[in-house]
């Protein structure tokens, strides 16, 4: 069973504009959401991460929205550049677990 | 510094071959993961080592064998792979302290083809 759930599998966007993954989780004993970026032949790198006690949280061109309620959580990628042509993976934990459930990974393409 | 090394990069071996993975942090993590990644997947955990001690077994089959030999070393010996044990085969660590957030940091991984 998937307890992560990711969409969409890939995503071409424009130079410039704005990518948005979401993903969806059940179980509500999860309380961090971190998401990863990982380049062909590398391994994952933490991107950012968001906890449930704010709705938003925003780095530089990334944002995490988070709708508690809704359990969804969504990364916007604004003005995305051919250099964040990466994989997207969402996961989630309960914070002072050790176990990580990754979403299905979205492939971003952004043309030039 | 939140680096996590990994060693050998690449890793060709034949299926009755044995050969180990090696990783290294210098973070004072006292958690330590393995994971193994097919191509276009999530990595799927493999087993969790907890302050030096094996926590989490996701049933790996018995030709694949954990070693944590200190709190900044972990090993993942090879025996009698099959070919579909190809595959990016990544580190992570992470605090597993109390009241800190146990985020998860990633080593370049382990590229395994067996023959």
């Known amino acids: 069973q998937q307890q992560v759930k990711q969409s969409p599998q890939s995503l071409i966007v424009q130079k410039g504009g704005i990518s948005i993954i979401n993903c969806a989780y059940e179980?509500?004993?999860?309380?961090?959401f971190p998401w990863y970026q990982q380049f062909p032949g590398k391994g994952p790198a933490l991107l950012i991460a968001?906890?449930?006690?704010?709705s938003e949280k925003k780095e530089g061109r990334f944002t995490i929205s988070f709708n508690k309620s809704a359990k969804q959580f969504s990364l916007h990628i604004m003005d995305s550049q051919p250099g964040d042509s990466a994989t997207y993976f969402c996961a989630a934990s309960m914070i002072m677990g050790n176990q990580f459930y990754f979403g299905t990974g979205t492939s971003l393409t952004v043309i030039p | 510094d939140t680096e996590v090394t990994q060693t050998p990069k690449h890793l060709v071996m034949g299926m009755t071959n044995k050969k180990s993975l090696k990783c290294e942090q210098h973070m004072g993590h006292r958690a330590m993961y393995w994971y193994k990644q097919k191509a276009k997947k999530p990595p799927e955990l493999m087993f969790v080592?907890?302050?030096?001690?094996?926590?989490i077994n996701e049933s790996v089959p018995s030709r694949f064998s954990p070693e944590c030999p200190n709190s900044s070393l972990l090993n993942l010996h090879l025996h009698a792979l099959q070919p579909e044990d190809s595959a990016l085969y990544l580190c992570?660590?992470?605090?597993?302290?109390?009241?800190?957030?146990?985020?998860?940091?990633f080593g370049p991984g382990t590229r395994l083809t067996v023959l």
């Open positions: 080592y907890s302050y030096e001690k094996l926590s």
């Open positions: 992570a660590s992470s605090h597993q302290g109390q009241g800190v957030i146990d985020t998860q940091y």
């Open positions: 968001i906890r449930p006690d704010v």
């Open positions: 179980n509500t004993a999860f309380d961090y």
